[in-house]
């Protein structure tokens, strides 16, 4: 099957369809809701956060939400992804993963992406370890997540 996927920012003529898109119920309690992550990127200034729609030949089927860039240090927090829970299974979380990698390796001059998952989602842990990002043995204190990293370079 043909795929034509692109990714782009969330805006006012797309934000209905991201906010449509759901997890399945058991992934639920390990990420935000798509509009939640939409408003902090409103209001939350400091962490300049962007959110890009993931789009299969023009329809939204995921979304991601990357900011928190650290220029000094050279890396940006990879904070939210997801593909809706009725498209999973499909490759397209491993493909539009490639092409976020792709989209922050062109423009943000960083190093690495960083990502944290919760202890207990062992689904995600091998997800992001298969498609090269590394688990550091370090946890987010705020949120009790272990932190991964992607480096680009």
Known sequence: MQHSLTIHPVDSSNWRDIIALKVADSQQKFIEKNEIS??????????DWKCYGLFDGGIAVGFVMIGAENKVERYIWLDRFMIDANLQGRGLGAAFLQLTIELISEHFEVGEIVLSVTKDNPGAKAFYERHGFENTGLVDEEFDEEIFIYKLS
Not at 38 to 47: A, G, N, P, Q, T
Request: charged share 40%; glycine share 0%.
């Open 38 to 47: 939409i408003l902090e990127s409103v209001y939350d200034r400091k962490h």
